[in-house]
């Protein structure tokens, strides 16, 4: 699986929007991009995934660039609850692969 | 989304005795479930591949022999910790896939808080 590249943290006021980034110049064709948060002591919870197109959930949106090396998780209007560490994952879909997880993005959504 | 749920949440135990967490997915199948090891303040790092039926695959440094895994049928899968020692004390967390589904996304479960003592 490619690798990602994610800023270690990040702050944001509540009632903002979040935007985390995520580069992953690697990627290749047959590959999604998922996106996974924790919050603390939990179990990772699915947010959202997408292959080349934007893609828009009740959680969030998901920007990808047109080169596909890139793209932005948006928490539209972020809350204190959306403090956790959030992980971009690039893998290729299907029933029996892992997800392989980085070192994610620490969101501090603050009043 | 679909339910993976883990039990115990949290055990205690002491050196040198063997320790059973479940993970089971209560309203759809899973020929693959995954489990994840995480030490505080590091990511989740994957342990071994659970499948259906057959034997689970480790990922590399994991010993088989150590940390036992069964997924006898298409919702539950365990994981053994044997002869647990102090350095065994992390957060275990389960995932499992849909199988056939539509949706590829993995659901975890809430995590086995270990502490060994």
């Known amino acids: 699986d490619a690798k990602t590249t994610q800023p270690p943290s990040m702050d944001c006021a509540e009632g903002r929007a979040a935007n985390l980034p995520c580069n992953h110049s690697?990627?290749?064709?047959?590959?999604?991009v998922y996106w996974y948060r924790q919050i603390h002591s939990q179990g990772p919870q699915y947010i959202i995934h997408?292959?080349?197109n934007n893609e828009t959930n009740e959680m969030a949106s998901l920007i990808i660039t047109e080169d596909r090396k890139s793209s932005t998780l948006i928490l539209p209007h972020a809350t204190l609850r959306d403090t956790a560490v959030y992980y971009c994952?690039?893998?290729?879909?299907?029933?029996?692969?892992?997800?392989?997880f980085g070192t994610g993005t620490q969101l501090k959504v603050e009043l | 989304g679909a339910v993976v749920s883990q039990h115990p949440s949290r055990v205690i135990c002491k050196s040198g005795t063997s320790v059973k967490i479940e993970c089971r997915s209560l309203?759809?199948?899973?020929?693959?479930m995954f489990w994840y090891r995480q030490f505080p303040k590091q990511s989740l790092m994957l342990m071994a591949t659970?499948?259906?039926?057959?034997?689970?695959?480790?990922e590399q440094g994991v010993e088989k022999d150590k940390f036992l895994i069964n997924h006898a049928s298409l919702t539950l899968s365990t994981l053994t910790v044997t002869s647990a020692h102090p350095e065994d004390s992390s957060f275990y967390i389960c995932?499992?896939?849909?199988?056939?589904?539509?949706?590829?996304?993995?659901?975890f479960g809430q995590g086995t808080r270990l502490t060994v003592v």
């Open positions: 995932s499992a896939r849909l199988t056939g589904g539509r949706n590829t996304e993995a659901f």
């Open positions: 690697t990627i290749s064709g047959n590959e999604y």
């Open positions: 997408g292959l080349k």
């Open positions: 994952i690039v893998r290729v879909t299907g029933g029996g692969n892992k997800l392989t």
């Open positions: 309203d759809f199948q899973a020929t693959t």
């Open positions: 659970s499948n259906e039926g057959s034997k689970a695959t480790y």
